[in-house]
């Protein structure tokens, strides 16, 4: 899978904040202690990066991915009982509206760590 070692870090930053935190703590917890152990483990990352969302060519607003790692892997966080059809939706539409190929979804929210690796199908390499 590409990115396989990448993402593969990624998760066992999440794992390990998971370990520690558990769950019930609001997504913007989780995401400091990522920050935190992305930063240990020597991982470049962007917090909150922000991009222009257009229509037909005009800018109508913007949308900021919780990660962008490496510049290659957005990572989109939740704090959640039950990842429900429109954080998988949110998390594709980042991966179409920034071009990148690889994106991760990540929840907090149960007492296992739940995570899905997604890819975008519109990805252009150009």
Do not use: P
Request: charged share 25%.
């Amino acid at each position: 899978m590409k990115h396989s070692e990448l993402t593969h870090n990624i998760i066992a930053c999440a794992m390990e904040v998971h370990r520690i935190l558990g769950n019930g703590f609001q997504e913007k917890i989780y995401q400091r202690c990522l920050e935190e152990e992305m930063a240990l483990r020597s991982i470049s990352f962007i917090r909150e990066f922000e991009m222009e969302i257009s229509y037909k060519e005009i800018i109508v607003g913007y949308r900021r991915v919780d990660f962008l790692v490496e510049n290659l892997i957005s990572v989109e966080l939740k704090a959640v009982t039950k990842l429900e059809n429109v954080h998988f939706a949110q998390a594709i539409n980042y991966l179409e509206a920034y071009n990148l190929e690889i994106g991760l979804l990540i929840n907090f929210g149960n007492t296992s760590l739940e995570f899905h690796r997604l890819t975008n199908k519109k990805y252009n390499k150009s």
